[in-house]
């Protein structure tokens, strides 16, 4: 801009120096030429009265290197010429100034010469006797006045031009400064122009209205970074060019990526060949899926491309982790294994038992046997159809009425009711605490608590302990039995999982006590702690 106003400023300054330059030359030749005019006429009349007087001789006397005096008989014969011999001029009626003044007495005309460079003035008066006497006199034009003055108006031109310049430039930067020093941040705090008064008005306008999206973005950013960063799955945003734009800290856990990892490629995050085949993928068929196995989780991942007016401007890919999905499916799978092997091992003891009783190749004293087998093989039936659905029932979340039981009632309910089975096989069965109440389903709770201690008599040999402790919404079961191991531990309580399959069989049950379990203090928001030996015991905690 200063620069602008400096060139604006010196255009103007020598445009105005050359007009002055051209209107003094004028003025001062119109002044001069007045004045020689003037000084021209006082001479003719000077000449003309002396001529009048003296004629020939007052013209000869009169010589005059300045001026010529010309004097012409009444039919434009020349009498007398002080420049030329008169002998040799050409008859001057023809002339303007010689034929104005015949006419009205007084004549005058301008003649230029071949090159535009000079000019001749001339002035005719008629005398009394009709002759006329004409003086003239040459000038130089203002074309060749200018031609003279050129180099000193050059000069002054020069030095105009410089000093013009010199004050544009300190003009120009006085003018600018204060524009360059407006503060934008608060335009009405600026001391400025006038003229500039309502543009700031309106960027102080834009300026809040700049503010209020601003913080509208800065509020929708930092929702949408507190949703994303809360996902349980990974996103990634991508450019066309496959450039993250934006990544959620499950995605980053994903890929092993730095918070900088916004604003690379994403082959600088993952460069593995699934991955950039999966991306490459959702760019050319908008869609794209890849189950990926990464530090011994599973995920689904899903690559959907983002179109805008037809054209691809990028891609997000979102990370599910399955690995819960997974192994529910699995464990569908082995359930519905499981649950076909346990119902078909006592259907086919009942049918075998049947078939010979049928036959009658059962000895009558062994019928009470076979018979005893088929009602202890339909009873396991009963019970395990029943664990089932009570399974069935937790994994549905099905809405169970809920009240305020006693735990130490429960636990004592459990104890008498196993306790006829515990001195069957010689095992000490104790119950110690206190009354301690939480509100759920008794049922649930009750049928938990019958399966810890139930388990834990089957496991524990001959001669050995078991005890019961209630205090502080805690129960406890403690056994003297043969212990799991450590690498069972954690999986006892999934469905028909046995430590020890032989032994299982020979205790009996369901293979599902344990899960019921599991899932009955689940569903109680309960904490279970196991802590477990082999050959030492194993003891139970529940803290509800």
């Not at 006497?133 to 060749?144: F, G, V």
């Not at 102080?204 to 994303?228: C, G, P």
């Not at 029943?386 to 429960?410: C, M």
Request: glycine share 6%; charged share 25%.
């Amino acid at each position: 801009m200063t620069a602008k106003i400096f060139r604006s400023t010196l255009f103007v300054a020598v445009v105005v120096l050359l007009c002055s330059l051209g209107v003094v030359v004028g003025v001062l030749f119109d002044y001069f030429d007045g004045v020689q005019r003037r000084q021209l006429g006082d001479e003719l009349h000077l000449a003309a009265s002396g001529t009048e007087l003296s004629g020939l001789s007052y013209l000869k006397a009169a010589g005059n290197n300045q001026f010529r005096l010309t004097w012409v008989d009444t039919d434009g014969t020349v009498i007398y010429d002080s420049k030329s011999d008169e002998t040799t001029m050409e008859n001057h009626s023809a002339r303007q100034e010689i034929r104005d003044a015949m006419e009205t007495g007084r004549g005058t005309s301008v003649r230029y010469s071949d090159t535009l460079t000079r000019r001749t003035i001339y002035e005719a008066e008629k005398l009394p006797d009709g002759s006329i006497l004409r003086i003239s006199l040459d000038q130089a034009t203002s074309a060749y006045l200018v031609l003279g003055m050129l180099a000193p108006m050059a000069l002054v031109a020069l030095f105009a031009i410089a000093l013009s310049a010199l004050l544009a430039r300190r003009m120009a930067k006085r003018i600018t400064r204060p524009l360059n020093d407006l503060d934008l941040e608060h335009p009405l705090q600026n001391q400025t122009y006038e003229e500039i008064q309502p543009l700031l008005e309106r960027i102080n306008r834009q300026h809040l209205q700049i503010a209020s999206q601003m913080e509208k973005l800065q509020w929708k950013t930092r929702e949408l970074e507190q949703i994303t960063g809360n996902m349980s799955e990974g996103l990634m945003l991508m450019n066309r060019d496959g450039t993250i734009l934006s990544i959620n800290p499950a995605a980053r856990h994903l890929f092993s990526a730095g918070e900088d990892c916004i604003g690379k490629n994403h082959l600088a995050v993952d460069p593995s060949p699934e991955i950039r085949n999966l991306i490459n993928g959702a760019f050319l068929n908008s869609h794209s899926t890849l189950q990926l196995h990464r530090d011994g989780k599973d995920y689904q991942l899903t690559v959907n491309r983002i179109d805008s007016e037809g054209t691809a401007i990028g891609a997000v890919l979102l990370a599910y982790d399955i690995t819960q999905q997974l192994s529910l499916e699995r464990s569908r799978r082995e359930f519905s294994a499981n649950v076909s092997h346990e119902l078909k091992t006592p259907l086919q003891s009942i049918l075998g038992s049947a078939e010979l009783l049928e036959n009658g190749l059962v000895q009558p004293e062994d019928v009470p046997r076979f018979v005893r087998r088929i009602r202890k093989e339909a009873q396991r039936l009963v019970d395990l159809i029943q664990d089932i659905i009570r399974l069935s029932q937790l994994d549905e979340g099905v809405d169970l009425p809920r009240e305020n039981l006693d735990l130490f009632a429960a636990a004592q309910e459990t104890v008498e009711l196993l306790l006829p089975q515990a001195q069957e096989k010689g095992i000490q069965l104790t119950l110690e605490g206190e009354s301690s109440i939480v509100p759920g389903v008794p049922q649930l709770i009750r049928q938990a608590f019958f399966n810890l201690c139930d388990n834990a008599i089957r496991y524990t040999p001959s001669g050995g302990k078991v005890s019961v402790r209630v205090r502080d919404r805690v129960f406890q079961v403690a056994d003297t039995g043969i212990g799991i191991p450590k690498e069972h531990q954690e999986r006892i309580f999934e469905r028909f999982y046995r430590v020890d399959k032989s032994h299982s069989r020979q205790s009996g049950g369901t293979g599902l006590g344990l899960s019921i379990v599991k899932h009955a203090l689940q569903y109680h928001n309960a904490r279970l702690d196991l802590q477990s030996q082999p050959g030492e015991g194993t003891t139970i905690t529940v803290t509800f």
